[in-house]
């Protein structure tokens, strides 16, 4: 099952910006890498995460400059992690508890990954008929070949047939099977 995986599994390489910078250098850093979120390091070691999130309540809605504004004074630190070998449910309890969006990867106390709940949701295909989960690649067997509607619900190739039309928005399935992209595999 996907929930069981190591966390750091979907993590993805950090964008990082140095404390120091203005919230305006982290804001057009983050459109440039089209992330929501940049981690701050000082010295090179990553400290603390400031989010789209922490722009808009702690710079904007306060009526700071965000160009005179530095990251240090608006990021959380130090930030929530989990351990890159912890399964992935674990992470997405802690994110529950801790009401998060994004969760910073560690290894050995150092942040290395990131992971957003889309990059959860991305990886947890549930079949809209059946409710049952849609094996993926990074569960180490042979994935699921699955049907995608065009509103994005996902079915097991043999529900498909059996439902027709999408049980969300009505639209009829095609028989086109999806089978894991590139980007799914280990190969990429």
Same mark, same amino acid.
């Given at each position: ?30 459109? #440039? ?10 010295? $090179?070691? $990553? ?14 809605? +306060? ?19 989990? #351990? ?23 290894? +050995? ?23 049952? #989960? ?17 509103? $994005? &619900? ?9 439902? $027709? ?17 590139? &980007? ?5």
């Amino acid at each position: 099952m996907v929930l069981d995986i190591p966390a750091g599994k979907i993590a993805r390489p950090l964008v990082t910006i140095d404390e120091n910078k203005s919230v305006f250098d982290a804001a057009k850093m983050m459109a #440039e890498t089209d992330r929501g979120s940049v981690v701050a390091t000082r010295g $090179g070691k $990553g400290i603390g995460i400031i989010t789209e999130r922490d722009i808009l309540r702690r710079v904007v809605a +306060k009526s700071l400059n965000p160009a005179s504004t530095k990251v240090k004074d608006v990021m959380t630190s130090p930030p929530t992690t989990i #351990e890159h070998d912890r399964p992935l449910r674990e992470a997405i309890d802690l994110m529950n508890r801790k009401s998060l969006r994004r969760m910073l990867v560690t290894d +050995k106390g150092e942040i290395v990954g990131v992971f957003t709940l889309r990059d959860i949701v991305k990886h947890t295909r549930i079949c809209a008929y059946c409710g049952k #989960e849609i094996r993926s690649i990074l569960e180490g067997e042979a994935p699921d070949p699955y049907i995608e509607c065009i509103c $994005g &619900s996902r079915y097991h190739k043999d529900c498909s047939k059996a439902v $027709g039309n999408c049980v969300n928005c009505g639209a009829t399935l095609v028989t086109n099977v999806i089978n894991p992209e590139p &980007s799914e595999t280990f190969s990429g």
